[in-house]
């Protein structure tokens, strides 16, 4: 995650003093690369260990698949990890 964006982050952390409820990844399912791998360690560095307790993974872009099911994606690090 860019610096910039790790500190607007804690910025707005400051506004929620209970801290957020839930955390929204979207995840395109035409573009899992290794990046997205890294997302779930950078969640938990930015929010803290019990961030993917809270964590709703919702895939995108789904039209990509054109007719294939969600099943053929090889998204198991994410599924493992989430």
């Known amino acids: 995650m860019e610096d910039s964006v790790r500190e607007e982050t804690q ?5 929620v ?3 957020p409820h839930a955390i929204l990844l979207l995840v395109p399912v035409s573009q899992f690369t290794e990046m ?7 969640l938990q560095k930015t ?3 019990e961030a993917l307790d809270h964590t709703i993974v919702l895939l995108t872009c789904g039209d990509y ?7 053929v994606l090889e998204l198991d690090t994410l ?3 989430c």
């Open 47 to 49: 929010f803290g260990e």
């Open 17 to 19: 003093p209970s801290g």
């Open 36 to 42: 997205e791998c890294l997302v779930p360690a950078e």
């Open 65 to 71: 698949l054109m007719g294939k099911t969600v099943e």
């Open 79 to 81: 599924s493992v990890v």
């Open 11 to 15: 910025r707005t952390m400051t506004l």
